[in-house]
């Protein structure tokens, strides 16, 4: 229990959203605000702003905390990957199915899954995971067995959303049930006052991992 909890303190503060600015202090307050409800959140912003890290705070902070959170990232992995990635697949279901899979939303019931870069969702796949969020439950690849789920759903994109929308490349129904609340992430240059805090965090990561107690940032390198 004790090796547990240390591992999840050292997580926590691998995932700890590093910052004192205004614009990300109304960021944490917004995603707190909205952690303990099970309403799905999606999460804007270019990469690198930090999206997924404010995925794992609402999910951290929420009544869900204790339950798993599960990340998949939807732009690595084409249409029939993606599906298995999600709901699994039943033995036989086809040539390389040795197995049952158990799929990402499974594991994630009572919890959280963030689905990250959710624009690049081919529209096949947009509409079976409407379905699983209207309804609430899913088939396996190859199964006829319906299998409910509890999932809070934290959805993000680099994408304009709604761009997407009105150009027909993204549904606008699951747009609008992944939409409930939006969260816009700011990039660094509107928080600039955070970069020494982000540089000296990740300066006291490198010096616990190598061991170099002694090293410091000039002002030269800050600035």
Do not use: W
């Not at 702003?49 to 084409?78: F, N, Q, S, W, Y």
């Not at 660094?188 to 000296?200: C, F, G, M, Q, S």
């Amino acid at each position: 229990k004790k090796e547990i909890k240390d591992l999840k303190e050292k997580l926590d503060l691998k995932y700890e959203l590093i910052g004192e600015s205004p614009a990300l202090t109304k960021v944490i307050s917004d995603a707190v605000k909205v952690a303990n409800s099970k309403a799905s959140t999606l999460i804007l912003g270019e990469s690198g702003t930090g999206k997924e890290l404010l995925a794992r705070l609402i999910h951290r902070v929420g009544a869900r905390k204790d339950e798993p959170m599960i990340v998949l990232k939807c732009a690595a992995l084409p249409e029939s990957l993606l599906e298995d990635e999600l709901f699994g697949h039943e033995k036989g279901a086809y040539t390389g199915a040795t197995g049952r899979k158990i799929g990402k939303f499974e594991l994630a019931d009572k919890g959280t899954i963030f689905l990250d870069e959710i624009g690049e969702m081919s529209p096949g796949m947009q509409s079976k995971l409407l379905r699983i969020l209207q309804e609430g439950v899913f088939y396996r690849v190859g199964g006829n067995k319906s299998i409910p789920v509890d999932v809070r759903v934290i959805a993000a994109t680099n994408r304009d959303i709604a761009e997407e929308v009105t150009e027909g490349r993204f549904r606008e129904d699951l747009y609008y049930r992944l939409n409930v609340v939006q969260i816009q992430m700011p990039p660094v240059r509107e928080r600039k006052e955070d970069i020494p805090l982000l540089a000296n965090y990740f300066l006291n990561m490198f010096k616990s991992e190598r061991g170099m107690s002694d090293l410091t940032l000039s002002k030269k390198a800050l600035d």
